[in-house]
């Protein structure tokens, strides 16, 4: 079967930075999203990877392994209004997104 | 905004009700979904529609009924539902034509309650 894992939730400090890992076993692989959905809205695009390094933009950045079936998201400078929940999702062999249950991120002052 | 519009934004049900989910993409994408998003579980992909074709049909229950009448306009007809289906249903559209990238524009969602 295919499956994405990814942590409940994680909480962290405002101005700190917070790693949010995503793992995948998947039939095949097209690319792996990050998206970001505050509490009672639509979910956002952060970022694609689908070559392995990471891509940075501004405070976010997203890292790819494909040998190892791994990304991570990473924060930095937190801020309040990153509180959210983070969206892993890979596109299969048939091109069809494949979506984690979505990290909770508590952002404490 | 995103682009994609959802109405209504909350909808309270009966379980003998008729009711109609209603989504609307602005983008000019050629496929549009309907998911549905249960707390703390993954989206759940129920249908694709692809140049107004349906694609994908994830075994959703027959009270669960679809309807693409063009490639912006995308509906869900709701019937006879269960406590069960009370979840947030968000429709998201993409071009296909680019395979290598099928980013998904979300609407803001439809938090339905079956009571």
């Known amino acids: 079967g295919q499956n994405i894992d990814q942590p409940t939730e994680m909480t962290a400090t405002e101005g700190a930075i917070v790693q949010i890992n995503c793992t995948y076993q998947?039939?095949?692989?097209?690319?792996l999203f990050w998206y970001q959905q505050h509490a009672g809205e639509a979910p956002t695009f952060l970022s694609y990877n689908v070559l392995d390094g990471l891509e940075e933009k501004g405070r976010f950045s997203s890292f790819l392994s494909r040998s190892k079936g791994y990304s991570y998201l990473l924060l930095k400078e937190l801020q309040m209004k990153d509180s959210a929940s983070y969206l892993c999702a890979v596109l299969d062999s048939n091109y069809q997104l494949i979506w984690g249950a979505g990290t909770k991120l508590i952002i404490k002052p | 905004e995103t682009g994609v519009t959802q109405t209504p934004r909350h909808l309270v049900m009966g379980m003998t009700n008729k009711k109609s989910l209603k989504c609307e993409q602005h983008l000019g994408h050629n496929a549009m979904y309907w998911y549905k998003q249960s707390a703390k579980k993954p989206l759940e992909l129920m249908f694709v529609?692809?140049?107004?074709?349906?694609?994908e049909n994830n075994s959703v229950p027959s009270r669960f009924s679809p309807e693409c009448p063009n490639s912006s306009h995308l509906f869900l007809h709701l019937h006879t539902l269960q406590p069960e289906d009370s979840a947030l249903y968000l429709c998201?559209?993409?071009?296909?034509?680019?395979?290598?990238?099928?980013?998904?524009?979300f609407g803001p969602g439809t938090r339905l309650t079956v009571l």
């Open positions: 998201a559209s993409s071009s296909t034509g680019t395979e290598r990238y099928n980013e998904q524009f």
């Open positions: 998947t039939s095949g692989f097209n690319g």
């Open positions: 529609y692809n140049f107004k074709e349906q694609t």
